[in-house]
């Protein structure tokens, strides 16, 4: 089975064609050009250069969120697009639990952060064991002081990973203690990393056609919420 796996889901945009014996190949970009600008050169040039066309994927893998509202709706739009005229199945991922999968191969608990802005950050704890990935709650939006207290009901090292792992560390470095920052390499979502959480949904059978796939956003777009507070002003 081979599957092609993207990620636009931050500022960070990467597509990885992969089977379930190995990964055929990757390209990955962190630059300041809009995913729409690089996702479809990447994919074609990923295709031709493994020599495998669109026609013979099995399935498309996407992270669906959260993250960036744009990315996100690139990605996804991406992915539908490539499989609504194959009727090629499609695999939507966490970009949060793709993260934890970085760390495959570590004993460790995987604290993943992306900066939500005004101190919150989307989040989600995966505790990693050799090659597998166990979650511990669901992805959700809340605040920085909410999570210190949240990561100190645990004993066991704690790897950061994502775009919020930064400012996450700096937050909480001075109130808790085995809480580290994940190595460059393994901190920031990648395709290949969507393409190892997408094989476990394969196995069990959870795939989603094209119309069905949707992005996960967990909060309102920021023009959304401005809107709103104007409208309960007026009331």
């Given at each position: ?62 992270n669906v969120g959260p993250g960036s509202f744009t990315g ?164």
């Open positions: 089975m081979t599957i092609l796996a993207l990620d636009t889901s931050a500022k960070a945009a990467s597509v990885c064609l992969a089977s379930e014996e190995k990964i055929i190949g990757e390209f990955f970009i962190n630059v300041s050009l809009t995913h729409s600008q690089t996702l479809a050169p990447m994919t074609e040039q990923l295709c031709r250069n493994a020599g495998i066309s669109f026609d013979e994927l099995d399935a498309v893998a996407v996100v709706r690139i990605g996804v739009a991406a992915a539908k697009g490539l499989a609504f005229p194959r009727k090629l199945p499609c695999v939507a991922v966490s970009t949060l639990e793709s993260m934890a999968y970085n760390l495959l191969g570590s004993d460790c608990l995987v604290c993943a952060v992306m900066d939500a802005r005004c101190s919150q950050v989307y989040n989600a704890l995966f505790r990693v064991t050799g090659d597998r990935v166990e979650r511990l709650c669901e992805d959700r939006a809340l605040a920085l002081t909410d999570l210190a207290p949240e990561l100190g009901k645990y004993s066991e090292n704690i790897q950061l990973v994502g775009d919020g792992a930064q400012i996450s560390f700096d937050f909480l470095q001075n109130s808790l203690s085995g809480v580290t920052l994940a190595p460059m390499n393994k901190r920031t979502q990648t395709a290949s990393s969507v393409a190892l959480a997408a094989f476990e949904r394969l196995k069990e059978h959870k795939t989603l056609t094209a119309a069905e796939l949707m992005p996960v956003y967990l909060r309102l777009p920021q023009a959304q919420r401005e809107l709103n507070l104007r409208l309960g002003a007026k009331q």
